[in-house]
């Protein structure tokens, strides 16, 4: 007996216990109905099918008979079969999608993941842990900005970092690419393409991942006076570097990997791409417009906190170090001996104190808010920079 049966023979004992009370004049309709939790109506059409045709007049006649918006058994197959040889490794949501779009299915999601459940394709979802309070999100667009990233096998056999910036208030992913690994570059790269497309922002949220935290004890609180490189920048750029103390802290960004990570991968494997470079492709020129077409949401006030920047944001968005030039115009840096060219406006830089700027394999060097032009001088490979840094009180390269 399942569970509609089990059901409805307890309401048929509950209604004959009521109505041999108010054949007893015991119970008026009004307690009648309040007992049986139904209305007034409903225990008037009831006496009157228990007089006609007894306990039979209360069965539920819907019971045992097939829907009539009951999906065909065909159609329930090749949904199958669609899972079983060509999305075995999709989400029932993405795969629903892909039926709707590709497939010409109407049926509904939940329709799809009750089907797959029933048929053993995917399992029930656990229940959700403890209750937690939701955070706001911020109302406007740049104030808040999310920054982390996911390690995961997003092509079989290659483990690769997905670096993501996204938007509080909108979950919006402004910037999405893969590389070998998360560092302090990957996080400059992330920043640059959103600083140069949006404006600058107010805040970053991020993680304490050394590139973005000095945390002199493990799981203990960040030291905000000895920056990074990213956090110098930020600083640099009036941008506030707030840090996230826990998985649970950094939901949004963490439920958007979750996203990512059973989404991205099958859109990989169906488009047969297998390198790193086809792959950022792909995530900027199709992927990232289709995901925020799906996700992102309006925000609470339509006015953008975004301020246009109209710098060169990579003179600042750049790992920045600094050295003395040494007796004969040369700067040491990661291994290189870097010799600064002739210059009309000093005769030489010996010790002179300067910031050597490093963007990538991108080099450049400022001395007296000056750009100054070197070489290295085991290459002989010329560096020609195109940017100066300004607004520092020390001579920099």
Not at 120 to 130: D, L, S
Not at 182 to 203: D, H, K, N
Not at 260 to 266: A, H
Not at 318 to 340: A, F, H, P, S, W
Request: charged content about 25%; glycine content about 6%; aromatic content about 10%.
């Amino acid at each position: 007996m399942n569970r509609a049966e089990v059901l409805q023979e307890v309401r048929l004992m509950k209604f004959e216990d009521v109505y041999s009370r108010r054949s007893a004049n015991k119970l008026t309709q009004e307690q009648a109905a309040e007992i049986l939790g139904v209305s007034v109506r409903t225990v008037r059409r009831w006496e009157d099918r228990f007089e006609a045709d007894g306990a039979e007049g209360l069965y539920d006649r819907r019971l045992g008979k097939l829907a009539n918006n009951r999906v065909a058994t065909d159609k329930v197959m090749e949904m199958l079969e669609l899972f079983d040889t060509k999305y075995w490794d999709y989400t029932p949501k993405h795969f629903h999608e892909k039926l709707v779009a590709h497939h010409g299915f109407t049926q509904s999601y939940n329709w799809v993941r009750l089907t797959l459940q029933r048929h053993g394709r995917v399992q029930a979802a656990p229940r959700r842990g403890a209750h937690r309070r939701k955070r706001p999100r911020r109302p406007m667009v740049g104030m808040m900005l999310h920054q982390d990233g996911s390690s995961h096998e997003w092509v079989p056999g290659q483990w690769w970092d997905l670096i993501v910036t996204m938007d509080d208030a909108t979950n919006r992913v402004y910037s999405a690419f893969f590389v070998e690994e998360e560092g302090t570059m990957s996080s400059f790269q992330g920043l640059t393409e959103v600083i140069e497309a949006q404006g600058l922002f107010c805040s970053l949220y991020a993680d304490r991942g050394s590139h973005y935290w000095h945390t002199p004890e493990a799981g203990g609180k960040v030291d905000k006076d000895n920056l990074t490189q990213v956090g110098r920048a930020l600083q640099q750029l009036g941008i506030e570097l707030i840090p996230a103390y826990s998985p649970q802290a950094r939901g949004r960004s963490e439920r958007m990997f979750g996203t990512f990570q059973n989404r991205l991968p099958q859109e990989l494997r169906s488009h047969g791409i297998t390198t790193i470079e086809e792959a950022n492709q792909f995530l900027k020129e199709v992927y990232l417009p289709e995901h925020n077409a799906l996700f992102a949401r309006e925000p609470e006030d339509t006015t953008s906190a975004f301020v246009p920047f109209t710098g060169n944001v990579r003179d600042t968005l750049c790992v920045q170090e600094d050295r003395v030039v040494g007796n004969d115009n040369t700067v040491r840096y990661k291994g290189l001996v870097m010799q600064i060219a002739a210059d009309r406006h000093r005769h030489h830089f010996v010790k002179a104190k300067v910031r050597v700027l490093s963007l990538t394999r991108d080099m450049s060097g400022v001395c007296n808010m000056r750009s100054v032009r070197f070489y290295s001088v085991s290459e002989r490979r010329r560096y020609e920079p195109s940017r100066s840094v300004t607004g520092s009180s020390t001579d920099e390269v």
